[in-house]
T-cell receptor
């Protein structure tokens, strides 16, 4: 079974703090993703990585950065946390397209509920 | 523009009833993939099915079935004989074509979700 783990289920941080959210997958997936989920807004892609050290901006990258130094690990960094970054953060991974299948399903971690006060 | 619409925000049924969750998508691409995910109260999104645009066969998996109709751009999901454990938010999603020649620039476009409550 695919396993995507996130470092914390719940996190409380203060405004201005630097926040690290860690995600690890154990299925050798090339692609990894960070989303945030907010009521009424659904899931929105923050950043995406298709290979080590490669990253692509998603819909809402402002205020965030990412790091992928190893294939299995994808970190989301809030450089200076703000209250509008209070949200549920979801990490996902998927295989790169191969063998006639262009896009594989994404597997999600349990999520980190971040509260910035 | 690529878009997924799940018009039903919330549905409430009684156990053992059949329920259909609607999903309508928009895309100009001829090649695309559609997905359904389940998000139970615990919060983790669980993958249910993947379907590509060239395969219009309906799919059945136990009490779950999916009806894909390109003519109406719909990919509806039916739960037969619903159970309390089916209570969750269900998301339909469409994946956009790769735009980065180097690799895998992919973006999953989600609908807003349908909250299903199955009452005993």
């Amino acid at each position: 079974d695919v396993k995507v783990t996130q470092s914390s289920r719940y996190l409380v941080k203060r405004t201005g703090e630097k926040v690290f959210l860690e995600c690890v997958q154990d299925m050798d997936h090339e692609n990894m993703f960070w989303y945030r989920q907010d009521p009424g807004l659904g899931l929105r892609l923050i950043y995406f990585s298709y290979d080590v050290k490669m990253k692509e901006k998603g819909d809402i990258p402002e205020g965030y950065s990412v790091s992928r130094e190893k294939k299995e690990r994808f970190s989301l960094i809030l450089e200076s946390a703000s209250t509008n970054q209070t949200s549920m953060y979801l990490c996902a991974s998927s295989l790169f397209g191969r063998a006639g299948i262009l896009f594989y399903e994404q597997y999600f971690g349990p999520g980190t509920r971040l509260t910035v006060t | 523009a690529q878009k997924v619409t799940q018009a039903q925000t919330e549905i409430s049924v009684v156990e053992k009833e059949d329920v259909t969750l609607d999903c309508v998508y928009e895309t100009r691409d001829t090649t695309y993939y559609l997905f359904w995910y389940k998000q139970p109260p615990s919060g983790e999104l669980v993958f249910l099915i993947r379907r590509n645009s060239f395969d219009e066969q309906n799919e059945i998996s136990g009490r779950y079935s999916w009806n894909f109709q390109k003519s109406t751009s719909s990919f509806n999901f039916t739960i037969t004989a619903s159970q309390v454990v089916d209570s969750a938010v269900y998301f339909c999603a469409l994946i956009l074509k790769r735009v980065n020649l180097q690799g895998g620039s992919e973006k999953l476009v989600f609908g807003k979700g349908t909250k299903l409550t199955v009452n005993p």
